[in-house]
């Protein structure tokens, strides 16, 4: 059985989270059908492109357009999986609790506009905490404050680089993401 929920994942980096959502695709549950990015040169699209996946490159002057191309794609679910952009309105409003991003930290800590990336695991290391962790969430109009959908705890090892957290937030923001899926499009 092939999936209803169609999934575009919008990229800006190396796409290790859009990966490791196609590599563990659950097919009765969703399929990634599409990347999104607005980075021609990112290193996700020729990761995207071994797959055989389509990649739209666009620009955010080109919102309605954008949208108009998820629809005729069939996409009816959107994840922000390291996409560094702010989300056009018009595609928040039509993807309303269809749409989800990834962060790597407890949210409503460490979030917000500029939070992203090492930025927020030196926060965090800077701040003092025990633990971190990652969340995902619906997306609204303001960055990272939609309904948190789940939250996945990293203890914080003493001498940990920011470097180190990072890779250790990212191997949980993977986990993370998928459960959330599987919670989200209904898998018991």
């Known amino acids: 059985m092939v999936a209803d929920n169609r999934l575009a994942v919008f990229v800006s980096g190396e796409g290790s989270l859009f990966q490791f959502l196609v590599e563990n695709q659950i097919e009765d549950l969703f399929t990634v059908n599409l990347v999104v990015t607005s980075k021609e040169s990112a290193p996700a699209v020729s990761k995207a492109e071994a797959f055989g996946l389509p990649v739209l490159v666009f620009n955010v002057d080109q919102e309605s357009e954008l949208l108009q191309e998820l629809l005729k794609r069939g996409i009816n679910f959107v994840i922000l999986a390291g996409f560094l952009k702010k989300v056009p309105l018009s595609l928040i409003h039509h993807f309303r609790g269809r749409m989800i991003n990834t962060h790597p930290s407890l949210l409503p800590k460490f979030g917000g506009k500029g939070m992203y990336g090492l930025r927020v695991h030196r926060a965090v290391l800077a701040s003092g905490e025990t633990e971190t ?16 959908i789940r939250q996945q705890i990293v203890p914080i090892a003493r001498g940990e680089s920011v ?3 990072q890779s250790r937030v990212k191997w949980a923001e993977r986990i993370n993401l998928l459960e959330s899926l599987k919670q989200v499009l209904g898998e018991t």
């Open 133 to 148: 962790g990652c969340s995902t969430h619906f997306v609204t109009e303001n960055y990272d404050e939609g309904e948190i």
């Open 163 to 165: 470097e180190s957290l």
